[in-house]
């Protein structure tokens, strides 16, 4: 499992997949160096566009479209690991030799990513099946960020997937997808709980499958990679949040329809 010192992934996956066979991981913990400001601003350009700028220049509270909410103070992952007997690596950089070295001396069959960044194809290549990830949209049409809110402000399936990964951006060998029902989401914060509890699971499922010595064959990709989606901007956050809350008020025809806010795609 591939995550750094501050996500809080590592300990999501395992919670929900008590009771499950995940084989014997190993948590793998990057603590990165010193960022600069220049690799920082080139960061956050390459996974997040230029709308983070816009964000950063509004004073409104954009938090609706940022992470799901953490109950209680953040976990220190290698002391959680450790307090549930888990093997723990911790390393510097992912893409540095020495972490690769070390990952590749614990031969290891299949690696999750829990909250890493992008990888090199070094550090693929060092597990024997690869690298699975969850993806919390129905690829290859929804890559990027934010993809559970672009996908229902877009009218589209809300979903997730389990792939593998590439070099890319949400391009790899796509293994499983699932549909997510969003009928009972009246806001962006509980959308956004639907589809990580169902990326969480279905990745569960895959993962139980590899330890059983099954590896799904790749679906048949469903078109070419899609355009790649950035930080929603908070007014298209504010009028999803109006449709999901909307959604759950009861509604007599005729009421309120002149007033509904309506997107047009460009």
């Known amino acids: 499992m591939l995550t750094t010192v501050r996500s809080q992934k590592v300990p999501q996956m395992l919670s929900a997949w008590r009771g499950r066979d995940i084989g014997n991981p190993t948590v793998v ?14 960061r956050r350009l390459r996974n997040e566009g230029l709308s983070w700028i816009a964000a950063r220049l509004s004073t409104a509270n954009d938090s609706a479209v940022g992470p799901a909410a953490q109950d209680g103070p953040p976990v220190d992952v290698p002391t959680y690991c450790r307090s549930h ?15 690769i070295a070390a990952i590749k001396a614990l031969s290891p069959d299949l690696g999750i990513h829990a909250g890493a960044g992008l990888l090199r194809r070094p550090l693929i290549d060092a597990f024997r099946l690869g690298v699975l990830n969850a993806h919390m949209g129905l690829l290859p049409a929804y890559r990027g960020i934010n ?28 293994l499983a ?15 956004r ?8 699971a279905l990745l569960g499922d895959i993962v139980g499958l590899i330890v059983g010595g099954k590896l799904p064959e790749p679906l048949e990709a469903a ?3 899609g355009q790649q989606y950035f930080h929603m901007h908070q007014d298209l956050a504010a009028i999803l949040e109006g449709r999901l809350l909307g959604a759950q008020a009861p509604h007599r025809p005729g009421e309120g329809d002149s007033q509904r806010p309506r997107l047009l795609a460009g």
């Open 29 to 42: 913990v990057e603590h990165p160096v010193t960022e600069s400001a220049p690799a920082r601003l080139r």
């Open 85 to 99: 007997n888990m093997p723990v690596l911790e390393t510097g950089p992912l893409e540095s030799a020495s972490a």
């Open 147 to 174: 993809v559970a809110e672009w996908a229902a402000l877009e009218g589209a399936t809300v979903g997730c997937t389990v792939h593998l990964i590439d070099t890319g951006i949400d391009t790899g060998p796509i």
């Open 177 to 191: 997808t699932r549909e997510v029902d969003i009928a009972g989401c009246g806001s962006i914060g509980a959308l």
């Open 193 to 200: 709980a639907a589809v990580d509890r169902a990326q969480l």
């Open 223 to 225: 078109g070419p990679p």
